[in-house]
C-alpha cells in the first residue's frame, strides 16, 4: 500500500491488542511498513497476517517482553531501521494503594515502565545514528493523581518524568513524546492523533507531554491558519 509513509518502518510494541494494535492499524493506513511486538505467538502472527492482508503494507512480528533487557536489546536490533517507535504497553489496574498486591503491582510496572524504558533505551542509541526519529510513550494515566488509581498515577509520573528528561538530552532530530490517555481512549480519536503525530512530529517540541484531543486541536488550528494564508 502506498501512502505518506510509505518509506518509514514504525516499531510498535503491545501490538497484539488494545492501544498497540490501534497505533499498528493506523500508522499501515499510510502505509508504513511495521514491526510489531507481542509476548504470545498465536497472537502476534494472526495480528501481523491480518495487517498485510488489509492494508498491504511489510509487517515483520517479533516475539518477546521488552521488560526483560536481553528481549529488549534484540527486538532493538531486529528493527534498528525503525523511524517511529510506539511503546504501548502496560495493563495498570485501578484501586488504591491496599487494593493492589505486590505481585500485581509489579507485574504492571513491568509492562508499564520498564518495557519502554528498556526500549527507548535501546531505539534512542540507533535513531541518534541516523539523526532522525521519533518516540512515542502511550501513557495510561488519570489527568490528575487519584488515590483511588494510584498504580497508573505512579506510573504515569514516572514516565512523564523519562519523556520530559530525555526530550532534554536528545540528539537533533530525534523526538520523545508523551502521550497521554487520562485513563479514557477514543479509539477514532486516538488512531488519528498517532497518525498525524507521526506524520507531523515537528509542530511537538521534543520532551511534549500531550493528549490526543489536544494534538488533534493544534495541528487542525495550523490548518485553518495555512489556508487562511494562501487565499489571503
Known amino acids: 500500500m502506498k501512502g505518506p509513509l510509505s518509506n518509514n518502518k514504525a516499531l510498535i510494541t503491545g501490538a497484539a491488542g488494545g492501544i498497540g494494535l490501534m497505533a499498528a492499524r493506523a500508522l499501515a493506513q499510510t502505509g508504513c511498513g511495521l ?24 509487517t515483520e512480528l517479533h516475539m ?3 521488560a526483560n533487557p536481553v528481549d529488549a536489546e534484540a527486538i532493538g536490533m531486529a528493527c534498528a531501521d525503525a523511524d517511529i517507535f510506539i511503546s504501548c504497553t502496560g495493563n495498570l489496574p485501578k484501586g488504591t494503594l491496599e487494593d493492589i498486591e505486590d505481585a500485581r503491582w509489579r507485574k504492571s510496572w513491568e509492562a508499564a515502565v520498564f518495557a519502554p524504558i528498556n526500549m527507548a533505551r535501546e531505539m534512542i542509541g540507533h535513531m541518534e545514528d541516523e539523526g532522525n526519529g521519533l518516540i512515542v510513550f502511550v501513557i495510561d494515566t488519570p489527568a490528575k493523581t487519584d488515590p483511588d488509581d494510584i498504580c497508573a498515577s505512579a506510573s504515569g509520573a514516572v514516565l512523564k518524568t523519562m519523556v ?13 513524546i508523551g502521550l497521554l490517555t487520562g485513563r479514557t481512549v477514543d479509539a477514532a480519536q486516538l488512531s488519528e492523533a498517532l497518525t498525524r503525530l507521526a506524520l507531523e512530529p515537528q509542530h511537538f517540541p521534543t520532551g511534549s507531554l500531550i493528549t490526543a484531543g489536544e494534538i488533534l486541536d493544534i495541528l487542525n488550528k495550523d490548518d485553518d491558519q495555512d489556508e487562511q494564508k494562501e487565499n489571503a
Open 35 to 58: 514491526y510489531v511486538v507481542g509476548q504470545k505467538f498465536a497472537n502476534i502472527y494472526q495480528v501481523a497476517n491480518d495487517l498485510r492482508s488489509t492494508y498491504a503494507v511489510e
Open 64 to 66: 518477546g517482553n521488552p
Open 164 to 176: 520530559e528528561g530525555l526530550g532534554q538530552d536528545l540528539a537533533k532530530g530525534v523526538r520523545i
